[in-house]
């Protein structure tokens, strides 16, 4: 495992703990202890489980780069989540076209967050020789990924509705993680088989 991989671990670890302190926050959990364990043990976490990762990986390379896939999609739903959150909160927005549309700017965002890091850590593609290939590549596998996000997420919170008693804030955060889930799966193998295969 390399310095820069422990580096980037570390602060996956820490931003991904204060964005989730945010999401606590928000949903209206009051949980002070928690609040600053967060910041110590989420590090730690990832850290942990990168090194797992590698050591599996020096046997099924795939391993490593999922794990770093999945440090980084943690991030980049948090900050998915965190974005959203932030504009319901501006706005006193929930549902309906507007929190599809919120869902989308959150998504946006995330995405460039999600290339970055998927290029030079994750899958190590360091090349510039074809960057106009790969970038569509990239926005092709993550448009679809879009329409899966949001879909699902606006499904989740506008047909189906909330669910088991819980509030509408709660309940835009359920569908924004289950839509998270379905999206990172189609996105990990489109990265992984078409825009940054080597």
């Known amino acids: 495992m390399r310095k ?3 580096i980037l671990a570390l602060i996956t670890g820490e931003i991904t703990a204060w964005f989730f302190w945010g999401l606590l926050k928000n949903i209206g959990l009051d949980l002070k202890l928690v609040y600053w364990v967060l910041p110590i043990v989420f590090p730690i976490l990832a850290i ?3 090194w797992i990762a590698y050591l599996i990986g020096k046997k099924f390379l795939f391993v490593f780069q999922i794990a770093k896939f999945l440090l980084i999609g943690v991030l980049a739903t948090l900050l998915d ?5 932030i504009l319901m909160w501006i706005s006193g927005i929930a549902a309906g076209l507007g929190y599809t549309v919120f869902k989308s700017i959150s998504f946006i965002v ?3 967050g999600k290339y970055f890091g998927n290029k030079f850590w994750a899958f190590k ?3 510039k020789a074809g960057m106009r290939k790969e970038f569509s590549q990239f926005f092709l596998v993550t448009l679809i990924g879009f329409g899966l996000n949001v879909g ?3 499904l ?3 047909v189906i509705g909330s669910q088991f008693g819980l509030s509408a804030t709660i309940w835009a955060n359920v569908g924004g993680i289950i839509a998270a889930f379905a999206a990172a799966t189609w996105n990990f193998i489109g990265y992984k088989f078409i825009v940054f295969k080597k």
């Open 4 to 6: 820069v991989d422990i």
């Open 48 to 50: 942990a489980a990168l």
């Open 81 to 85: 989540l965190g974005v959203l959150n």
């Open 110 to 112: 995330a995405t460039i």
């Open 125 to 127: 593609k360091m090349e």
């Open 152 to 154: 699902i997420a606006s």
């Open 156 to 158: 989740v919170v506008n």
